[in-house]
């Protein structure tokens, strides 16, 4: 399942931001979706995550309140929308995609994904 994100770019602190990453390959399993980022000489971190169904989310405790992902499965797309950024937000965002037979879990963990976009570059400054 190819995946493209989008929505980067540079912002100033206190700022927001909105990342879509669409599916271009259909598929009609459902999939959980995913974000993660990786800031310079830092590992991958999760982000946060969507169910199938939507109605699950999980976040990562930093971006907790600032952060929201949303999903439109007829567009195969999932959003992040991203506010009150910090500078220690600043990272390259990725999406992803784990393949699920449960339209309400969750996945937060590297390995559990099957396929990753390319990323997005955020930066936020001061």
């Known amino acids: 399942v190819p995946l493209q994100a989008s929505g980067g770019g540079l912002v100033q602190a206190g700022d927001s931001l909105r990342l879509s990453c669409a599916a271009s390959?259909?598929?009609?399993?459902?999939?959980?979706m995913g974000w993660f980022r990786q800031a310079s000489g830092k590992e991958r971190e999760f982000v946060g995550t969507?169910?199938?169904?939507?109605?699950?989310?999980q976040y990562t405790d930093s971006v907790k309140g600032r952060f929201t992902i949303s999903r439109d499965n007829a567009k195969y797309t999932v959003y992040l929308q991203m506010n009150s950024l910090k500078l220690e937000d600043t990272a390259v965002y990725y999406c992803?995609?784990?393949?699920?037979?449960?339209?309400?879990?969750?996945?937060?963990?590297?390995?559990?994904?099957?396929?990753w976009g390319r990323g997005t570059q955020v930066t936020v400054s001061s």
């Open positions: 390959g259909r598929t009609s399993s459902p999939y959980v």
């Open positions: 969507i169910s199938w169904s939507g109605r699950i989310t």
């Open positions: 992803a995609v784990a393949s699920t037979y449960n339209r309400d879990v969750v996945r937060r963990r590297v390995y559990e994904y099957n396929y």
